[in-house]
């Protein structure tokens, strides 16, 4: 959801050389060694002569480049070239052998730039389905906090909806099981930590919203979000197979809107007795704009002013932290719960969650 190429310009020298750096750190410090490298590679390119129009847009990007997710950008399409198969001298680097990636990568920047510099018009779309182990979480935290257990989810930056389809999976979250037994997809993740509270919960309804949405079901749109998808992370590649399945047999419930409108017109709805409406994100609200946040803030806000013990409202985000190279957990939630309250530490994918809320009281 971000905006590409507006904003001031932070120069090569300045936000995008520091972007790429940052970048490359939090690859390595997330298990992620093969997409450090293709990100490191690409960054040396920047300043170098005859580099191609696909560099010198990146050296002249217009905006926030660490928060629009440029080096992400830039190296989705390069995967997207080798997962397409038209470039197999990227096949080593991909593998994790070695290779001049300088001149391998340098040479696809140059030839390959018509390609390849759509990549760079919209944000990353980083769709992971891991992380909707998150959210089940923070909800068993607010059921046990006394709010209906019934919920009404509403996320942002949806991208294809894989989260929207969390209703259809199942959880394993410290030895608390949640979701059906015939789940499309099962999540262990590592568990840190003393258990979330155990609770039944159920889902009224799911419903998302992304600027830019993504048919599963279409083959070219289901192969972009695989090249968001780092290849060091196998099991991404499956949880992406077995979502487009799911999408299949049944699509989830996604509208081409940008966050802000859709909060405020979801927020306008009537809202059923006894749930729990739930705005959710992860991974996304970097690329809202300034303007936006401060509408769904304010949005969410009054709505929580509004909120009842019957008809609660909570906001569950699993964003990065970038002085961390990591993600956390947080939730606020109506009436009782304005100050925002960070329940875990986060894995990007859901790989493990380092949970800091309680226990069932």
Same mark, same amino acid.
């Given at each position: ?15 995008? &050389? ?104 919209? $944000? ?45 999976? /199942? ?12 789940? =499309? ?11 979330? $509270? ?37 099991? /991404? ?5 077995? +979502? ?10 996604? +509208? ?46 009054? =709505?929580?002013?509004? &909120? ?11 964003? =990065?932290? /970038? ?35 309680? =226990?069932?009281?």
């Amino acid at each position: 959801m971000a905006q590409a190429d507006s904003g001031d310009s932070n120069g090569f020298e300045g936000g995008v &050389a520091q972007a790429y750096a940052n970048q490359v750190a939090y690859c390595e410090a997330n298990g992620a060694p093969v997409t450090a490298r293709v990100v490191a590679a690409i960054a040396r390119q920047l300043g170098r002569p005859g580099a191609g129009p696909f560099i010198e847009r990146i050296a002249a990007w217009q905006g926030q480049a660490l928060a629009d997710g440029l080096p992400l950008r830039s190296a989705a399409a390069v995967h997207g070239l080798h997962l397409s198969g038209t470039a197999p001298e990227l096949a080593p680097i991909y593998a994790g052998r070695k290779a001049d990636d300088d001149v391998v990568i340098g040479a696809l920047c140059r030839t390959r730039a018509a390609r390849m510099l759509p990549w760079l018009d919209g $944000p990353p779309q980083t769709n992971e389905a891991g992380r909707s182990s998150n959210f089940v979480a923070a909800m068993l935290w607010l059921a046990d906090r006394g709010l209906p257990p019934r919920f009404a989810c509403r996320e942002i930056g949806s991208s294809a909806g894989i989260n929207l389809m969390i209703d259809r999976y /199942r959880y394993d979250l410290g030895g608390v099981a949640v979701g059906p037994r015939d789940a =499309a997809m099962a999540f262990t993740p590592e568990w840190r930590g003393p258990p979330p $509270p155990s609770h039944p919960i159920t889902f009224e309804s799911l419903r998302g919203c992304d600027v830019a949405p993504v048919d599963l079901t279409d083959p070219d749109q289901a192969l972009r979000l695989k090249s968001y998808i780092w290849p060091e992370h196998h099991v /991404r590649f499956e949880r992406l197979e077995a +979502a487009i399945a799911a999408a299949g047999c049944r699509r989830p419930d996604l +509208a081409a809107m940008n966050a802000a409108d859709f909060v405020e017109a979801e927020l306008a709805m009537p809202q059923e007795a006894g749930t729990t409406r739930v705005l959710m994100h992860s991974i996304v609200w970097q690329y809202v704009p300034a303007d936006e946040q401060e509408r769904v803030t304010r949005a969410m806000e009054a =709505a929580g002013a509004a &909120a009842t013990a019957d008809r609660a409202l909570a906001w569950i985000a699993v964003e =990065a932290d /970038r002085s961390l190279l990591g993600h956390r957990l947080t939730v606020r939630y109506w009436p009782g719960g304005e100050a925002v309250v960070e329940l875990a530490a986060a894995h990007a994918h859901g790989a493990w969650i380092e949970w800091r809320g309680t =226990a069932a009281r």
